[in-house]
């Protein structure tokens, strides 16, 4: 049985009930700035994760032919 893709499927559908309850109570500032707040935690995850790479030439190749 797939338990992790029941475990995700109810952790996206339980954030998703939660963030549409909370919406009246997120200012509108935050609101604002959340697409700025997600791209620099993906962009730090992604610097983070490019340090541990042994072979980063096919990395950089991969990038630019993707």
Same mark, same amino acid.
């Given at each position: 049985?797939?338990? +992790?893709?029941? =475990?995700?499927?109810? /952790? &996206?559908? !339980? +954030?998703?009930? &939660? +963030? /549409?309850?909370? $919406?009246? $109570? ?9 697409? =700025?707040?997600?791209?620099?935690? /993906? ?15 096919? =990395?950089?190749? /991969?990038?630019? !032919?993707?």
């Amino acid at each position: 049985m797939p338990v +992790g893709v029941i =475990v995700n499927c109810l /952790a &996206i559908s !339980l +954030g998703g009930l &939660i +963030g /549409a309850l909370a $919406r009246e $109570r997120i200012p509108e500032k935050i609101k604002q700035n959340l697409p =700025v707040i997600f791209s620099v935690c /993906a962009m730090a995850l992604g610097i983070t994760l490019i340090v541990g790479v042994k072979n980063l030439p096919p =990395v950089v190749l /991969a990038l630019i !032919l993707g």
